[in-house]
């Protein structure tokens, strides 16, 4: 099975920061690299996916790149409604449906 | 509107079943690739199991033998019967839809929770 790991694993950030997480693959996956953004007690929002493909009514200030093992996930100018937990997962192999643990955004 | 509405969550105790439903709206589960992943309280999320549209089914080995994946076409809802229950068990669960390979589409979670 793929394993996924993120780093960090949390970040400490204030309004207008430009945030980077970073997402590795335990073997080549290809593009198929997706994104997802959870706040507390909601479900989970699909944000990007095949790496960089932003998903319907996801903002542009959200940017995935990457291929291979090693990918990223950038806001450019942080807001608000940003602070949360982002999960990668990868969709080359599946299943199982790998997910990373995680990273959790929150206010400096 | 595309919609996922989870049901069926519960207090059970160890060794205890339980069944999730998952209605959709806006879209067909028999057409679509649908799955299940649960998040421990506290935890990140994990995979539970997955029905293609063709009805080929799989489990992660955590509940593999225990639980069971199914969907009912005319009333358009994905299940999980979840049978021998244990504590780790304990968790939100939520239906997904997969499209172009990644889960776009989610219900609001269902809590489940396995204690004596």
């Known amino acids: 099975d793929i394993q996924m790991t993120q780093s960090p694993s949390s970040l400490s950030a204030s309004i207008g920061d430009r945030i980077t997480i970073t997402c590795r693959a335990s073997?080549?996956?290809?593009?198929?690299l997706n994104w997802y953004q959870q706040k507390p007690g909601k479900a989970p929002n699909l944000l990007i996916y095949?790496?960089?493909t932003l998903h319907t009514g996801v903002p542009s200030r959200f940017n995935g790149s990457g291929s291979g093992t090693d990918f990223t996930l950038t806001i450019s100018s942080l807001q608000p409604e940003d602070f949360a937990t982002y999960y990668c997962?990868?969709?080359?192999?599946?299943?199982?449906?790998?997910f990373g643990p995680g990273t959790k955004v929150y206010v400096k | 509107e595309l919609q996922l509405v989870e049901s069926g969550g519960g207090l059970m105790q160890p060794g205890g079943s339980l069944r999730l439903s998952c209605a959709a709206s806006?879209?067909?589960?028999?057409?679509?690739?649908m799955a299940w992943v649960r998040q421990a309280p506290g935890k990140g999320l994990q995979w539970v199991s997955v029905?293609?549209?063709?009805?080929?089914?799989h489990y992660a080995d955590s509940v593999k033998g225990r639980f069971t994946i199914s969907r009912d076409n005319s009333n358009n809802t994905l299940y999980l019967q979840m049978n021998s229950l244990r504590a780790e068990d304990t968790g939100v669960y939520f239906c997904?839809?997969?499209?172009?390979?990644?889960?776009?589409?989610w219900g609001q979670g269902t809590t489940v929770t396995v204690s004596s």
């Open positions: 997904a839809r997969s499209f172009r390979a990644a889960l776009d589409i």
């Open positions: 806006g879209f067909s589960v028999s057409n679509n690739y």
């Open positions: 029905i293609f549209a063709g009805g080929e089914t």
């Open positions: 073997q080549s996956i290809n593009i198929y």
């Open positions: 095949a790496s960089s």
């Open positions: 997962q990868q969709s080359y192999s599946t299943p199982p449906l790998s």
